[in-house]
Each structure stands twice: as C-alpha cells, then as structure tokens.
C-alpha cells in the first residue's frame, strides 16, 4: 500500500471516529515511516467540533532503537502512541528470543522507561503469543511494565488458538491478578 493510500484508509478512520488508529511499523522501511509520519501530522491533529482527535500509535519492537523511530513518526500527533511489543510465550522467548523470563521482563520495562524518557505519555505493551504464555508470568510482566509506564496492555492470541470463552477468562484473570491494572 503506498503512503496516499495509508492516508486515505487514516482519514476513514478519522471520519468514523475511531480511537485509536495504528498506523504502521515506522522501523520497519523508510515507506512506513514516511505513511505514519503523514498519518500523525495529518488525521493525528484533525481535531473536530467536539473534540475528538484519534491516539495515532506506531507499533515497535522493543528495543530503543526502534522505539526511537516509532517516536520520531508519532510525535507529531496530538495524541502519540509508541505501541511495543515483545514475545511472552516459553516457546517464543526460548527459541525466537533467546532470553529467560527475568531476561524478558527487564527489557520490556527498560523499553518502557525509555520511551517515557523521549517524552511520550501513551506507551502500549503487547505480549506477544500471550494466550499461550504462562498466566503468572502475564500478571509479572504486566505489572512490572505498567510500574515502569506503560499506560496500555495487549494481550493477543497470535497463533489463534483461544476459544472465545477462554480469552474471556485470560482476560478476566489478568484484571484480578495484575498489580496497578486498575490504573
């Protein structure tokens, strides 16, 4: 899809009022940075009668160098977002990653101070294949990241696999067992 097009889908976003509106990858290529940069400066600063201005968020790895683009992208907006993510599962951070839990956990909430230190107010921490990641470890890790900042959590099925009534109860689990979720 090229920049215009990315654009064009943003404005439809913004003409259904949509709250929030990932753009893009900004570290990913030059193009997507380029597409979110244009989103965040354009529909990231339409603001209507009402008010109503949609968060314009860029998603990221975690890691600083990343993190750095997606806000260099975003910033732009009245309402950034630096949407990181990192795996979560045993499977994902034993052979993708390559870390331990504790491993893990520091680097999600160093990527999450960091971004603060940029200066952005609105950092989202996915945890990537959390459906089959280990419930207590969910609870630690989110807590950890939201004491360090982070103001949003995702919690995706990555591989599909959760019934909805089991993502219902993932759900309903981490809102009693994560430490300042409540916030």
Partial sequence: MSCKQKLDIARLLLRLHVDVIEAGFPSASNDDFIAVKMIAQDVGN????????????????CNEKDIAITW??????????????????????????????DQV??????TVKF????GCCDIQF????????????????????????????VIPDTVGIAMPFEFGNL??????NTPGIEN
């Fill in 46 to 61: 339409d603001v209507d009668n009402d008010g109503y201005v949609p968060v314009i968020g860029g998603m990221c790895r």
């Fill in 72 to 101: 260099e992208a975003v910033k732009h907006a009245k309402r950034p977002r630096i949407c990181t993510f990192l795996a979560t599962s045993p499977i994902h951070m034993e052979y993708k990653l390559r870390k331990t839990k």
């Fill in 105 to 110: 956990i520091q680097i999600a909430r160093d």
């Fill in 115 to 118: 971004a603060r230190s940029l």
């Fill in 126 to 153: 996915g945890a990537e294949d959390a459906v089959r990641s280990d419930k207590e470890f969910l609870y630690q890790i989110f807590g950890e990241v939201i004491k360090a900042g982070a103001t949003t959590v």
């Fill in 171 to 176: 759900i309903a689990d981490i809102k009693r």
